[in-house]
């Protein structure tokens, strides 16, 4: 099926599949308009057959931590830590650590 987006790099180019999984795990706990959050998430992409190591990517992880609090029905202040890391077939490693914080306004 492919990594990142439906049906990108689901192939090798000349019709031999590559093979794909991965999950997304989250738990929340809410008390009062505060909301406490973490998940985690992993995307695997395993090489063709017959397929040369490559720098295409073979494990995307994400963790992330969060808290929110709703000021209004409508609106919510965040923060949030996630740490990110890719791995690619020939081994070669991304990690990135991001804070995030903002706000959300539904309507």
Request: net charge negative.
């Amino acid at each position: 099926m492919g990594t990142t987006a439906l049906f990108l790099l689901g192939s090798d180019g000349f019709g031999e599949e590559r093979d794909s999984d991965g999950f997304l795990a989250q738990v929340t706990y809410k008390f009062g308009d505060t909301k406490l959050g973490a998940n985690y998430g992993e995307s695997n992409l395993d090489l063709a057959t017959g397929e040369a190591l490559s720098d295409l990517v073979k494990t995307n992880e994400k963790f992330t931590l969060g808290v929110y609090h709703s000021l209004t029905e409508n609106f919510t202040l965040l923060g949030e830590f996630s740490d990110v890391m890719a791995e690619a077939h020939s081994g070669v490693e991304n990690d990135s650590n991001n804070f995030n914080i903002g706000a959300y306004f539904s309507f």
